[in-house]
């Protein structure tokens, strides 16, 4: 197997969870599925989304995730802020 750097390897598993996420789920995710899909708890995705760590929304007292805004706080958790470029 070749060696990849730990930002390639993020990377991997971000497109991983991509793919897994547009194949085989539609709307909204539950906490519990979320917490399948990142090799958590579903009590630490409920702590992560009260502390607004994760993005997340409220149906009634239910708490969904959207999976693209999930996507894209991955890869920002795992590649660290974009710092935009100054002339």
Do not use: Y
């Amino acid at each position: 197997m070749p060696d990849f750097t730990p930002q390639e390897m993020a990377e991997i598993e971000t497109l991983t969870l991509t793919k897994k996420t547009a194949r085989g789920l539609k709307g909204a995710l539950t906490a519990k599925q979320l917490s399948e899909m990142l090799n958590v708890s579903p009590k630490t995705i409920f702590k992560l989304a009260r502390a607004g760590r994760i993005p997340s929304f409220r149906i009634g007292t239910a708490v969904r995730f959207d999976a693209r805004l999930v996507i894209d706080w991955l890869r920002q958790q795992r590649t660290g802020p974009q710092k935009a470029s100054r002339k």
